[in-house]
């Protein structure tokens, strides 16, 4: 029926939203906001390679712990 991102179809109408944004939260906090969000992620995939490193771990090592998870 309606599809939200079909209401932006022209390049121009992203333009505008874009503006908008700019206008209402400066480029400053939008560069904050974005070195956050990159930070953030980093720190999740730091997280992911460090649980998948220790399940790696208990799988080599052999330990009753790791025999039960199987």
């Known amino acids: 029926m309606y599809n939200s991102i079909a209401m932006f179809e022209a390049p121009w109408q992203w ?9 209402l939260f400066g480029g400053s906090r939008i560069k904050d906001v974005m070195g956050s969000l990159g ?10 390679n460090e649980d998948e490193e220790a399940e790696k ?14």
Not at 15 to 23: C, E, K, N
């Open 15 to 23: 333009a505008i939203v874009l503006v908008i944004v700019l206008v």
């Open 57 to 70: 771990k208990d799988k080599g090592s052999g330990t009753p712990a790791a025999a039960g998870k199987e």
């Open 39 to 48: 930070s953030g992620v980093k720190e999740f995939k730091k997280g992911l």
